[in-house]
Each structure stands twice: as structure tokens, then as C-alpha cells.
């Protein structure tokens, strides 16, 4: 079945104690997103890459990072995650920057206490 | 700054009813994307419109893509209870390097 996967699911930590956030598909789609949903805001887009070790910023990058050694993978580390990081959090893939319909996992809620 | 406006943001309507959700964007753009998202679910993927005038019909939903007007919109025809979820649109543009900016959401509820 074609899908994006995410691990966890769901995950309570504390302040300062880094975590890494799994994004798989097997799509073999170029391009791959993390975005944060916070109540009225709407999805806000953390990173992207649009192919293996292409990465740039999107609108919200501070206090995280990203990396893409395989097209299939996108993990999120939070190096030392704060309370304003807890949200909802959810990967994406499309098959390229031209073909951009986007297929979300299934979302990470993090909560930092 | 590509900005991306829903409204309404809240929108309560009864079973059966027309309504229609708006969608304006702030820069030139052919593509433009709607999504559902049901409570505590992910996002589903519901129209990709790429066209000026491009129209697309699916059930008792139907979106259409005015570019010149930068103006989309989801029409509701007869609503049913099953509709009920959170409407996004969303729009890339390559202006802004082709990043996908969502609006807010429209929060749909129907009544019975």
C-alpha cells in the first residue's frame, strides 16, 4: 500500500531532551515536507527537500533540524525541544516540486513539558 | 509573503443545505489544493486544480480556480452529515519556490 509512515504516533518529553522524528514513503517521490499544525494557524511548513541531501528551510525552521541520506526517508530532530514546540506534526511527499499534490502521514502529537 | 485566506473559519450548517467556502491567495498562481482533515486524523488529499476556470466535481463537493481573481472556491451541495471535518486550501507558487502555504482551515459542522 502506498503511504507515508511516522514514528511515534504520539510522544510526551521534556525540555532539552533531544528526539528524532521518523518520515518514511514508499512512493518514490523527489519530494518530501514537514509541517506543524497549531490551533488557527493552519499547517506551517518546517523543512523540505526535493531530492536526497537537498534541503532547505520552509517558514517555521528554528529549533529544528532535518536530514535526507535516502529518498525515502525525512526524519525531524528537535536537538533540544522546548515548549513551544509541542504540536501536531505531520510529513508529507509528492512526487516532485511540479507535481505537487501531497500525500500526509498520519501526524506526530509531541508534547514538551 | 505568499498569504493564503479562508473564510469562514466556522461554519455550522443543517443537513441538506447549500453553502460555499471561499479560498483567496495573495500572488499569481495556477495550482491551487484542497484537503480534508477529520478530527484527530490526518490530511486527505481532495482536489488539485491547475488551470484558470479548471472545475472538479466529486460527490456533493465542488471546487473552481479563478486565477485572475485569485479566488477558489468549495461549494457544498445538499450537505450531509458525513462532510463534517476541516476544509483547507492550499497554494505553491513559483515565486515563492514552489512551498505549499495552507490556509487556516474552515471548520465545517452539520446538523442533523
Known amino acids: 500500500e502506498a503511504q507515508v509512515t511516522q514514528n511515534p504516533r504520539y510522544l510526551i518529553t521534556v525540555t532539552g531532551k533531544k528526539l528524532t522524528v521518523t518520515c518514511s514513503q514508499n512512493m518514490n517521490h523527489e519530494y518530501m515536507s514537514w509541517y506543524r499544525q497549531d490551533p488557527g494557524l493552519g499547517l506551517r511548513q518546517i523543512y523540505y527537500?526535493?531530492?536526497?541531501?537537498?534541503?532547505d528551510k520552509g517558514d517555521v525552521p528554528e529549533g529544528y533540524k532535518v536530514s535526507r541520506k535516502e529518498k525515502r526517508n525525512f526524519p525531524l530532530i528537535l536537538e533540544s525541544p522546548s515548549p513551544n514546540q509541542t504540536s501536531l506534526y505531520f510529513c508529507?511527499?509528492?512526487?516532485?516540486?511540479?507535481?505537487?499534490?501531497?500525500?500526509f502521514g498520519p501526524g506526530t502529537r509531541l508534547t514538551v513539558l | 509573503e505568499l498569504k493564503v485566506e479562508q473564510n469562514p473559519l466556522f461554519l455550522s450548517m443543517q443537513e441538506g443545505k447549500n453553502y460555499t467556502i471561499y479560498c483567496n491567495y495573495s500572488?499569481?498562481?495556477?495550482?491551487l489544493y484542497w484537503y480534508r482533515q477529520d478530527p484527530g486524523k490526518s490530511l486527505e488529499s481532495l482536489f488539485v486544480l491547475l488551470s484558470n476556470g479548471a472545475v472538479k466535481q466529486e460527490g456533493r463537493l465542488m471546487a473552481s480556480l479563478d486565477t485572475k481573481a485569485r479566488l477558489s472556491t468549495l461549494h457544498i451541495t445538499a450537505a450531509v452529515h458525513d462532510l463534517s471535518a476541516t476544509y483547507f486550501c492550499a497554494v505553491d507558487s513559483m515565486e515563492y519556490g514552489n512551498k505549499l502555504v495552507f490556509g487556516a482551515g474552515t471548520i465545517l459542522r452539520v446538523k442533523s
Open positions: 527537500s526535493m531530492n536526497v541531501e537537498v534541503t
Open positions: 500572488t499569481t498562481s495556477d495550482r
Open positions: 508529507a511527499s509528492s512526487l516532485s516540486i511540479q507535481a505537487n499534490e501531497q500525500f
